[in-house]
Antibody, heavy 119, light 111 residues
């Protein structure tokens, strides 16, 4: 059974750096074709894809946020970490991680974690 | 960037009736490998999104066969043959040929 769970701070101040961790089970990020992505959703708004890391450490970023994002993986711990610098109130959102498995992009998602940016 | 445009943004359907959602991309989603990278997700109220359809028309594991996807190039459609109460939520299309981009979402309600 595949599960993913996001963790990190619920409140960050403007200009701070956000660090989120996705801890997963039921699959390995060393398996060919597998990736883990991050997606966010501001309250009441649509989904926005942020970043993706593949089993071979290939990394992809949203062009509009690329300068602020870093995605890394720790295969031994079954974790993927997303950092976002220079947080702003507009970055307030629920942040999800999801598994990318072969043809099925975003096949299973975590429960999400709400991050509020406020002073 | 590829822009994904969904219509309608909301629809209200009587149980047992069909429903259809359109998704148009600003560029063709047909890859040189012959595959078309268009996905459909459903986000039920208070839940995380769930994958329904991948590569235009392939149903993900466990998805009822009343859901079907079609289309090519830049025009795609998600159809529900007979809407059930459990189908309420927001439907999103997503392109995967050049990074990933979601549509604005279509909210399905039951009459």
């Amino acid at each position: 059974q595949i599960t993913l769970k996001e963790s990190g701070p619920t409140l960050v101040k403007p200009t701070q750096t956000l660090t989120l961790t996705c801890t997963f089970s039921g699959f390995s990020l060393s398996t060919s074709g597998v990736g883990v992505g991050w997606i966010r959703q501001p309250p009441g708004k649509a989904l926005e894809w942020l970043a993706l890391i593949y089993w071979d450490d290939d990394k992809r970023y949203s062009p509009s946020l690329k300068s602020r994002l870093t995605i890394t993986k720790d295969t031994s711990k079954n974790q993927v970490v997303l950092t976002m610098t220079n947080m702003d109130p507009v970055d307030t959102a629920t942040y999800y991680c999801a598994v990318w498995g072969g043809a099925a992009a975003g096949s299973l998602w975590g429960q999400g974690t709400l991050v509020t940016v406020s002073s | 960037d590829i822009v994904m445009t969904q219509t309608p943004l909301s629809l209200s359907v009587t149980p047992g009736q069909p429903a259809s959602i359109s998704c148009k991309s600003s560029q063709s989603l047909l890859h040189s490998d012959g595959k078309t990278y268009l996905y459909w997700y459903l986000q039920k109220p208070g839940q995380s999104p769930q994958l329904l359809i991948y590569e235009v028309s392939s149903r993900f594991s466990g998805v009822p066969d009343r859901f079907s996807g079609s289309g090519s190039g830049t025009d795609f459609t998600l159809k529900i043959s007979r809407v059930e109460a459990e189908d309420v939520g927001v439907y999103y299309c997503m392109q995967g040929i050049h990074l990933y981009t979601f549509g604005q979402g279509t909210k399905l309600e039951i009459k």
